[in-house]
């Protein structure tokens, strides 16, 4: 990685250089959001395995990416930055991945001797449930022409829920 000289709140600003991967960990549970004359942006506070913070412009598909992935302030990830073809002209795409924490991480919680085998456990599909919910009404709000009604919310929150999950 190598920080450019551009400075966003102290940090540098992250750059990876061609065919290059970085395990980053976020600093905050969101993103700066908002719109410069590019378009939206989304500014995450992230530091390396080596402890050096940086700021991360997300473009909007690692944005979603990230909010997909269900990320957190102290959660890692992996930026790969690789090389791809079209026709002549070699350009850069970047790659998204979620570190999984292994399970010998995760807080020790005691094991139930007597738990049933219908015990419900969190499988994450509330919180995605919860995050497609919120995604659909920020469509409806975004689009006032159409007069909306609550069954519209719920049917695009369904459509969102089932494809996402068939993804994770």
Same mark, same amino acid.
């Given at each position: 990685?190598?920080?450019?000289?551009?400075?966003?709140?102290?940090?540098?600003? &992250?750059? &990876?250089?061609?065919?290059?991967?970085?395990?980053?960990?976020?600093?905050?549970?969101?993103?700066?959001?908002?719109?410069? #004359?590019?378009?939206?942006?989304?500014?995450?506070?992230?530091?390396?395995?080596?402890? *050096?913070?940086?700021?991360?412009?997300?473009?909007?598909?690692?944005?979603?990416?990230?909010?997909? $992935?269900?990320?957190?302030?102290?959660?890692?990830?992996?930026?790969? @930055?690789?090389?791809?073809?079209?026709? @002549?002209?070699?350009?850069?795409? &970047?790659?998204?991945?979620? %570190?999984?924490?292994? *399970? #010998?991480?995760?807080?020790?919680?005691?094991?139930?001797?007597?738990? &049933?085998?219908?015990?419900?456990?969190?499988?994450?599909?509330?919180?995605?449930?919860?995050?497609? %919910?919120?995604?659909?009404?920020?469509? %409806?709000?975004?689009?006032?022409?159409?007069?909306?009604?609550?069954?519209? *919310?719920?049917?695009?929150?369904?459509?969102?829920?089932?494809?996402? $999950?068939?993804?994770?």
């Amino acid at each position: 990685m190598e920080p450019t000289q551009t400075k966003q709140n102290g940090r540098p600003k &992250l750059e &990876l250089q061609l065919n290059q991967t970085a395990t980053l960990t976020l600093m905050r549970d969101k993103p700066y959001t908002g719109e410069s #004359s590019f378009g939206p942006y989304f500014l995450y506070h992230v530091k390396d395995a080596g402890g *050096v913070e940086y700021s991360f412009f997300a473009p909007s598909e690692i944005h979603g990416q990230v909010v997909e $992935a269900g990320l957190k302030a102290g959660d890692a990830f992996t930026l790969s @930055k690789k090389a791809v073809q079209n026709g @002549k002209k070699v350009g850069a795409r &970047l790659e998204f991945e979620a %570190v999984t924490k292994p *399970v #010998s991480a995760q807080p020790n919680q005691p094991v139930k001797q007597d738990a &049933l085998p219908f015990e419900i456990h969190d499988d994450g599909f509330k919180q995605l449930m919860q995050r497609c %919910v919120q995604d659909a009404v920020e469509i %409806v709000k975004a689009v006032n022409t159409i007069t909306w009604q609550n069954e519209d *919310v719920r049917s695009i929150a369904l459509t969102m829920f089932i494809q996402r $999950a068939r993804v994770s």
